[in-house]
Each structure stands twice: as C-alpha cells, then as structure tokens.
C-alpha cells in the first residue's frame, strides 16, 4: 500500500475497496466508496424508514427528500429548481458550489460526491482527473525548493542592501540543479503504464522498458510483477514485442541470447540474474533494457 494513510475502506463486506473520496450514507452514517455510496447498492439497514419519502433524482443523482410533499412533488419542485431544493441533507455549500471538471471537454464529475480540489493548481475535477499528473497540474512544472529558495532571496534583497569594496569583488551565486522529485516521476510513469496482463496493484513495478532494433517498440512506461523472477519477465517481454527467443536452444555464452539488464537514473546498466524475482534487483522509476548478451557486453 502506496498511501495507507489516505482515503477509508468501502463498509460494505463484499467490495471493501480503498476509495480516497469515500462517502457517508445520510441513513446508516456508515462510509462507502462511490459505487456503493447510493442506499440502495448497499443495502441500507436504514432506507426503510425513508424509502417512502426519499428518493434519488433522475438528473443530478441526488436524494430528495420534503416530508411535507409526496415524492412526486417534492421531485417536481427539485427538478424546478434547476436541482438545488429539498436536497438530502441539506447542503448550503450544493447552492454554489460549481460542479464541473475543470479539464476542458470532461463531464464526468458526479453532482453527489462532488469536485476533488488540487492544492497544487487550486481547481476542481472530476475523480477520473483528481491526480496532478493526470490533469497536467501547473504545480509540477514548478520546483518547490526553488520557488522557496527565490523567494527567501527576494525577502533579503529587500531587508538588506548588499556593500561591495574594490578588494572584496561580488559573490556569484550559482544556482543548483534541480533534480526530479522520484514521487512525481512515478505519478507520471503510473499515469500512462501499460502491463502485461493482469497485475494486481500492491505487485506493480513501475519502470521504462527499453526494447531491441528489431522490435517495432518503442521505449515505454510498463508495470511488471514484482514477485516474478527475470527469467519469466524477459519471456512475457518478448512475447509482448513479438521478438523470436531462442534461449532455450543457444549456449549461455552465445551473443544472440536475450538478457535483461537494469539501469537505474545514471549509472551504468547491470545484467539481471533471471533466477531472482524483480523485487530483488529492481526499484521503482528505473529502465529495463531488453537487448542481446553481445550488444549487451560490447
């Protein structure tokens, strides 16, 4: 688990899925994801007491409830109100709270459990475009340290007014650097990985996969199962790349044998034992290159 400490577990005893914006049943207060979130799909203990005045809009998906009307009245007159009256609860954040996706041409933002706000970019979307990388967030494209770093510079500058003799000639400042944050490096890699097959999400590996010429691959972001020994990757790999794996019939020390090698930010690549399992030799954000052993130790 990446984020254990975000989000809750969905309550109902057969989906119990992680949900970072869960959501509160009005009737039983228990939380669910947002497929469940609806009494109905959850099979509320408490709907019964309701279920004859409460009812579920057919344009916003929202509860309507006025125990004064009948549910066809209180619908009508909800409906009317271009879907802000009689709403269960009572909101009065729902009169002005906007409910759109900021990204241009999205509109799959669900009125009932409303906008996810980025703190990065300061806007709202839709749980599809919630994620930075995702929705191309403005925050990413700016070093934190940096902005930070100029900023408390901008603040001297200010306070105090720098003196300078003919002996003693400016400082130069020269500025650092900046490397890539790793965790946005992953956010990035997770937002467009491709995987072979089925992987379930606590075995994912993220990392470049670098393929041979004779492949029409390109260089790509893939998740691989962790708990999979080399050997199995580097067959899984080529039968994605349509690549011809003759190791089975060369010798060890034969040119044309497909190997894996590992290369991790700058160092050199080192060939991977494909006895082990990926999570032995492999981290997060780094290249698998699949190549022949003769280009390989040329």
């Not at 209180?74 to 009317?80: C, V």
Request: charged letters at 20%; one cysteine or more.
């Amino acid at each position: 688990m990446e984020l254990p400490q975000l989000g809750k577990h969905c309550t109902l005893s057969s989906c119990q899925s992680l949900d970072f914006l869960p959501v509160a049943c009005p009737f039983c207060r228990e939380v669910y994801c947002g497929d469940h979130r609806l009494p109905a799909t959850h099979g509320c203990i408490q709907w019964n007491n309701y279920d004859k005045k409460v009812t579920t809009c057919p344009e916003c998906q929202q509860l309507v409830f006025n125990e004064h009307q009948s549910q066809d009245e209180t619908l009508k007159a909800h409906q009317a109100s271009q879907c802000r009256l009689h709403l269960y609860p009572s909101s009065a954040s729902s009169k002005t709270k906007p409910c759109s996706c900021q990204v241009q041409g999205c509109h799959d933002l669900d009125p009932h459990i409303g906008p996810a706000h980025c703190n990065g970019c300061g806007r709202d979307y839709c749980l599809r475009h919630r994620y930075p990388a995702v929705h191309d967030c403005a925050s990413l494209k700016v070093d934190v340290k940096d902005q930070r770093r100029a900023q408390a510079q901008e603040k001297l500058a200010k306070t105090f007014t720098p003196t300078f003799t003919a002996s003693s000639p400016p400082i130069k400042m020269t500025k650092k650097t900046s490397v890539t944050n790793p965790k946005i490096e992953l956010m990035k890699i997770k937002a467009k990985a491709k995987g072979l097959g089925s992987v379930p999400m606590a075995s994912r590996l993220y990392v470049h996969v670098q393929f041979p010429n004779e492949s029409r691959q390109s260089t790509q972001p893939m998740y691989l199962d962790k708990y999979n020994r080399a050997g199995k990757t580097l067959d899984l790999l080529t039968d994605y790349a349509h690549i011809k794996n003759n190791n089975h019939t060369l010798p060890p020390d034969h040119p044309e044998r497909l190997v894996l090698n590992y290369q991790h930010q700058d160092q050199a690549p080192v060939c991977l034992d494909l006895s082990k399992t990926l999570e032995e030799q492999v981290e997060n954000v780094s290249t698998i290159i699949l190549t022949h052993q003769g280009l390989s130790s040329s």
